[in-house]
Nanobody, 120 residues
Framework: QVQLVQSGGGLVQAGGSLRLSCVAS????????LGWYRQAPGKQRELVAS???????NYGDAVKGRSTISRDNAKNSVYLQIDSLKPEDTAVYYC??????????????WGQGTQVTVSS
């Protein structure tokens, strides 16, 4: 079993920045992918950013160019910074990861979610 615990978020003014953190703990042999998704009211969950174990990153179109995902493998942690926030960035943000566990199988886990509200 793997636990992903998120921190950060809250109420932020438009034009400001936010930083989210996520720490993984539990039983796993390695982490393939760590990332962030978000879900706004009435909308589907969408990718914000992800990073694989080799360091490559991928960003959703909505945040490309104004966000940075980073990873600390020693701490099993992933971080997300979004700059130049817009009201449309308001959503619940979820950390997720693909973990290699028992038998070499890959399992996906999700964090508890954290509300980010951007005021105009």
């Amino acid at each position: 079993q793997v636990q992903l615990v998120q921190s950060g978020g809250g109420l932020v003014q438009a034009g400001g920045s936010l930083r989210l953190s996520c720490v993984a703990s539990g039983s796993f042999s390695s982490i393939k992918v760590l990332g962030w998704y978000r879900q706004a009211p009435g909308k589907q969950r969408e990718l914000v950013a992800s990073t694989v174990s080799g360091g490559a990153t991928n960003y959703g179109d909505a945040v490309k160019g104004r966000s940075t995902i980073s990873r600390d493998n020693a701490k099993n942690s992933v971080y997300l910074q979004i700059d130049s926030l817009k009201p449309e960035d308001t959503a619940v943000y979820y950390c997720n990861g693909d973990f290699v566990g028992v038998g070499g199988f890959t399992y996906r886990y999700w964090g508890q979610g954290t509300q980010v509200t951007v005021s105009s």
